[in-house]
Structures are given as structure tokens and as C-alpha cells.
């Protein structure tokens, strides 16, 4: 079961990744409209939810075995449906084991640092999940688009003249590289929505009055600048996805869908690390044991002496009778 699991998450996933080293064109390479056709949006609510669980097993072991961590970086245009996927995605899993960062525009201080540093001070620590709702790569994104951001970032000449844009990859390459070493896995994921679906969402913040709160005059003046995004998205693609931190381009236009793909890709992510529960010593074993027998020895009269091991007996019991009985083992789950 586990392994057509990883299977149809791996089958889910491959369309999306961008391989490293490939030139990639928006455009022309994903369509924000794609939906796999072995889908629909009805099986596609009863996979969420199968990729929801799983990731609640795995950020429990995740976290557990306290050794990886994880940071999941969200790139998108505004409507792009960051905020949703992580609401949805990340529903039951234990908030003390995910935190997530927004970035807005840098403080003073931020702005006395290196241009990573505000980024590295939210970083995950092992056995948590970290989410950057936008990350470091606003860097070479909105940056990039307003190069008059640039100027307020006190940095010396040579550090913003010819080249810069090159430079920045590399070295948001290398930090990558370097977090992964150490044990940080780094997942990427860009929502790839349409200039069409961006403006049917926008209307709809405009003429629902609990959506109200969400539109800003700012995020439609940003779509004269549509066509710079997708060029710097292109660019980001083409050169910072990495074997150790690959970038994955979501189909933003089906939210239902992109939520599926979000999940496979922290999932993917999570059972290639494989974290595993603590192994305990003989000692560890022996004391166990004891504390069981005195435990069910102040059972009241007529109780069970142990509930929990006899409702584990009779779920053992039905699972292996409903094998028997011709089951085929299909997975429901991503």
C-alpha cells in the first residue's frame, strides 16, 4: 500500500518539477490551467484529504525524530492562493511543528543587514516545518521588476551593477545548498496563476463584501507589470532550481487541484526523509513493562486492564479478516 502510494504521488508531481538546468519559458512550458486526467474535482476532495492525513503521520515523526526540518517556500502573484493551500493543506497537523512566515516590506533594521539575513532568522529548527508565504526569492522577483527597490537597500555599488541579478542566484543557490547539507530539506513551490483567473479573483474581492478586506488598489496596479513578472519568474526557474532544492510549478487556476499538488509535494518530501520514531534501549523496554503491569493492576472490577491494547487486538483482528475476505488493497490517499 505504501509503495502505490509513493508511486501515485510521484506520477501526480513529475509534470510539475522543473528539471535543473532546463531554460524555462512560463508560458510556454505550464499551463496554470493543467489538471491531471486521471482526476476530477470529486475524487480530487477525497485525495486531499488522504494527502492531509498523511502528512499528520509524517510531520508527527518529523518532529519526533528531531534531525530534519523542512522549509517550504511559497512564491506567487497576489490571488495566486497561497493563503488557502496552507489553511487547507496544512488542516490538523500539529501547529507547534509549523510555523509560518509572511515578508513584507524590510524594516530598518532588516535593511541593515545582508539581503538573506531577515530570511535566515525565520528559519525552521529541526523536526519543524517553516512556511515563507513569499521568501528570499522576492529578492530577484518584485525586486527585480522595481529595481528602485534596490536603491533602499544600502548596498554598495559594485553589489547592485552589472551582473547582479546572476550573482543573487548563486548565492541564494549556495545558501540553499548549504541548508540542505545540514539537514533542511528546502521545498519550492510556485502557484502558476493566469492573468485571467487573477482577474476574476480580484473582482470577486471587489464584489463580496467579506472578501473586501483582501483587495488592495496596489495588487491590481501591479498587473501592468505582468508580463516583467513572468520574464523574472522564468528567469528564477531557469536558474535556481537545483537537484538539492528543485523548484515545483503548481497550476494555480483549479484551486482544488493545486492543493492536491501541494500536498504530493510535501508529502514526496516528507517520505524521502523517512523520519522514523525514537528506538528505545532494553532498559527503556524493561521500565515500560513494569509501568504496565502496575497500571493495569489498579483497573477497576469488570474493566478491561488494558483498553487500548484490546481495541489494537481488535483492530488487527478486523484489518487481517477484511484481507482474507478478498480486499484489494487500494489506497484512497495520495
Known amino acids: 500500500m505504501a509503495e502505490n502510494r509513493a508511486r501515485r504521488i510521484a506520477k501526480l508531481i513529475a509534470p510539475l518539477r522543473v528539471e535543473p538546468g532546463t531554460k524555462v519559458t512560463l508560458a510556454k512550458d505550464f499551463d496554470p490551467a493543467y489538471k491531471a486526467g486521471f482526476l476530477n474535482k470529486k475524487d480530487g476532495e477525497e485525495l486531499l484529504q488522504g494527502g492531509v492525513e498523511l502528512l499528520v503521520e509524517y510531520q508527527a515523526r ?25 489553511r487547507h493543506v496544512l488542516s490538523g497537523i500539529n501547529p507547534q511543528g509549523v510555523h509560518v512566515s509572511g515578508f513584507k516590506v524590510p524594516s530598518a533594521e532588516e535593511l541593515n543587514h545582508d539581503y538573506l539575513w531577515r530570511y535566515a532568522q525565520r528559519l525552521p529548527g529541526r523536526g519543524e516545518i517553516g512556511i515563507f508565504n513569499r521568501s528570499h526569492y522576492e529578492e530577484v522577483l518584485v525586486v527585480r521588476v522595481h ?12 553589489a547592485k551593477g552589472k551582473g547582479v541579478w546572476e550573482r543573487r542566484y548563486q548565492e541564494i543557490n549556495d545558501w540553499e545548498h548549504y541548508l540542505s547539507d545540514n ?8 502557484l ?5 483567473q487573477q482577474r476574476i479573483r480580484f473582482l470577486k474581492r471587489v464584489d463580496l463584501p467579506d472578501k ?13 507589470y505582468w508580463d516583467d513578472y513572468q520574464k523574472a519568474f522564468s528567469e528564477m526557474l531557469s536558474n535556481t532550481s537545483t537537484p538539492w532544492a528543485p523548484w515545483y510549478v503548481i497550476p494555480a487556476d483549479h484551486k482544488w487541484f493545486a492543493r492536491i499538488c501541494i500536498s504530493g509535494v510535501l508529502a514526496h518530501t516528507l517520505m524521502d526523509i523517512d523520519p ?26 469488570g474493566a478491561e486492564p488494558d483498553p487500548f491494547a484490546a ?3 481488535a483492530e488487527a483482528a478486523k484489518a487481517e479478516a477484511k484481507k482474507h475476505g478478498g480486499s484489494n488493497g487500494d489506497d484512497p490517499g495520495l
Do not use: H
Open 147 to 158: 529595481p528602485e527597490i534596490l536603491d533602499r537597500q544600502n548596498l554598495p555599488a559594485a
Open 212 to 224: 473586501n478586506w483582501k483587495f488592495s488598489a496596489n495588487d491590481a496596479k501591479e498587473r501592468a
Open 276 to 301: 522514523q520514531y525514537p528506538k528505545v534501549d532494553a532498559a527503556k523496554l524493561k521500565e515500560l513493562a513494569e509501568t504496565r503491569v502496575l497500571l493495569e493492576a489498579e483497573a477497576p472490577a
Open 192 to 196: 502558476n496563476l493566469s492573468r485571467e
Open 62 to 86: 518529523l518532529a519526533a525524530q528531531d534531525t530534519w526540518g523542512m522549509l517550504v517556500c511559497l512564491q506567487a502573484l497576489d490571488a495566486g492562493g497561497k493563503d488557502g493551500a496552507i
Open 183 to 190: 539537514g533542511f530539506k528546502v521545498v519550492k513551490l510556485f
Open 311 to 313: 481495541s489494537l487486538a
